[in-house]
């Protein structure tokens, strides 16, 4: 059961309507967290903003969807497992490559060290060591993807954080986390 109430966007009003209606006209669907965030416009509008951006940059979207499926399984985030489950099948990835990309694993070498950037970011709360950078960097990441990598860690992060704290009902066909959170 939710700790908070999802906003139904039916019934919204004011700054919270128009952005909900926005997600509705962009995604073809409002999932529960985006109606979860509604709560708070300024909240909203914050995510959707940085959510924009994140989506426009140098990673693709396979990459994205990687990331935000290492992180969510290492923050035990089912929701947010879930969630980038089907996102990452939408984006082309297939359920083997998903799965190991849960794990920090990648059929692609390039993904698979922004994966382990990715996780040693959260690991570490940032504090990366040097080998870790440089890794990243000899895999072949630009300064611009390694800035990438890390808004998209610190954006699943807050996404694990709300998803695990308010207990949102999963509103995507549900995945099972590989470990007790």
């Given amino acids: 059961m939710a700790r908070i109430a999802v906003i139904d ?4 009003t004011g700054e919270a309507k128009k952005l909900l209606d926005a997600v509705q006209a962009s995604l073809g669907a409002v999932p529960n967290f985006i109606r979860a965030l509604a709560n708070s416009p300024a909240a909203l509008n914050a995510f959707l903003g ?8 140098f990673l ?15 923050n035990a985030c089912q929701y947010c497992v879930s969630a980038h489950t ?30 382990a950037f990715a996780r040693a970011l959260v690991e570490h709360a940032g504090q990366v060591s040097k080998a870790e950078f440089d890794a990243v960097r000899a895999a072949g ?5 390694i800035i990438e990598i890390i808004t998209h860690v610190a954006m699943n992060i807050f996404t694990n954080l709300l998803g695990k704290a308010t207990q949102i009902e999963i509103d995507f066909p549900e995945i099972q986390l590989n470990k007790a959170a």
């Fill in 60 to 74: 693709d979207p396979q990459t994205r969807e990687r990331i935000a499926l290492a992180v969510a399984e290492q």
């Fill in 86 to 115: 089907a996102i990452g099948r939408k984006a082309g990835l297939d359920t083997q490559e998903m799965l190991a990309n849960r794990i920090g694993r990648s059929s692609d070498a390039k993904a698979e060290a922004a994966l």
């Fill in 141 to 145: 990441h630009s300064d611009g993807e």
């Fill in 9 to 12: 966007p039916k019934s919204a």
């Fill in 50 to 57: 940085i959510y924009g951006i994140a989506g426009a940059g």
